[in-house]
């Protein structure tokens, strides 16, 4: 079935060690996002590639970055996380079709920063 | 930005008893997207509605906008314990079809 995969499922890091989320889709959809949801609150999007075009979101941090090296694969790099950091990360995916952009979602990588 | 205002912020019901979600913007919505989430996991795309007074169903679930398009209410019919989880309501706004904002979501407990 085609899908969004992300690994792992569930990341356990250290205060100030890189870490990096893993998305992968095979839906062959050509934008991808990823959304930081911390405890009990809205999924907040980070960034999106709509598919080489990297759109950061103003209040993004500098402390994430994001890489895409083709269509299926998106990365997420966080240089030095910290405690606030700790959140689940979502990747989703959409292709932009007539006046529906669907977005379809991973099951997400939940960061643990110790 | 927009803002989303769902409401009641959680609701528990007992099972085969109708409810509604809703979900106010403070903007007019140009696309209103429902979303469902198992706690802990990804989101599920449930239905979405661009043109006031649109309405869409899909099993038990209905989706409304209504006629001014700031407020939209996603009504579960006869629900069961499957329909549990936390409902989002996110919205697109005019001229970026990218930026999906979300509201703080509904969380649904239907007890057997």
Same mark, same amino acid.
């Given at each position: ?114 | ?9 959680? &609701? ?12 106010? *913007?403070?903007?007019?919505?140009? %696309?209103? =997207? ?30 409304? &906008? ?12 006869? *629900?069961?314990?499957?329909?549990? %989880?936390? =409902? ?25």
């Amino acid at each position: 079935d085609a899908m969004v995969i992300q690994n792992p499922r569930y990341q356990v890091t250290q205060f100030g060690k890189p870490v990096t989320l893993s998305c992968s889709q095979t839906l062959n959809h050509n934008v991808m996002y990823w959304y930081q949801q911390k405890s009990s609150q809205a999924p907040k999007l980070l960034f999106h590639y709509y598919d080489k075009d990297f759109n950061n979101e103003a209040d993004t941090p500098d402390n994430f970055q994001s890489r895409r090296p083709n269509t299926s694969f998106c990365f997420l790099d966080i240089r030095s996380p910290g405690l606030g950091d700790a959140a689940m990360y979502l990747c989703a995916t959409s292709k932009e079709q007539g006046l529906s952009y669907e977005q379809y979602f991973g099951p997400g990588t939940r960061l643990t920063v110790t | 930005s927009q803002e989303l205002e769902q409401s009641p912020q959680s &609701l528990i019901v007992q099972e085969g008893k109708n409810l509604t979600i809703n979900c106010t *913007s403070s903007k007019t919505l140009y %696309g209103l =997207y429902w979303y469902k989430q198992k706690y802990g996991e990804g989101l599920i795309f449930l239905m979405m509605l661009q043109k006031g007074g649109e309405e869409k169903s899909h099993e038990k679930i209905t989706a409304k &906008l209504d006629e001014k398009k700031q407020q939209s209410s996603l009504h579960i019919t006869a *629900s069961q314990p499957s329909h549990a %989880g936390i =409902y989002l309501c996110g919205a697109t706004p005019r001229g970026s079809n990218y930026k999906l904002t979300f509201g703080k979501g509904t969380l649904l407990t239907v007890n057997p």
